[in-house]
Nanobody
């Protein structure tokens, strides 16, 4: 079965950096585009970033463009989200997903990011 295990969240200062990871299993990872989405109480779900199966195409929400970088390692069945210069509005629970973002078919446990000085 599909399993997605997110990690790397925590407390980060505004202007700092944080790297999230998502280890995937249960499907052919190297053939699947992957995404990061986030869910914030009171704000709903938002697609953050997506990456093609080969890693040669990426897209970002306007709200994170230029600050976040998505990447993947198909040898490790893992995707990453490098978060640079996070803002308070980036505080959320982050999930990885198969495909190009919302809707999400399989949910992991998520990893919480808190942005605070």
């Amino acid at each position: 079965q599909v399993q997605l295990v997110e990690s790397g969240g925590g407390l980060v200062q505004p202007g700092g950096s944080l790297r999230l990871s998502c280890a995937a299993s249960g499907f052919t990872f190297s053939s699947s585009p992957m995404s990061w989405v986030r869910q914030t109480p009171g704000k709903g779900r938002e697609g953050v970033s997506s990456i093609s199966s080969a890693g040669d195409f990426t897209k970002y929400a306007n709200s994170v463009k230029g600050r976040f970088t998505i990447s993947r390692d198909n040898a490790k069945d893992t995707i990453y989200l490098q978060m640079n210069s996070p803002k308070s509005e980036d505080a959320s629970v982050y999930y990885c997903s198969q495909g190009w973002g919302l809707p999400v078919e399989y949910w992991g446990q998520g990893t919480q990011v808190i942005v605070s000085s």
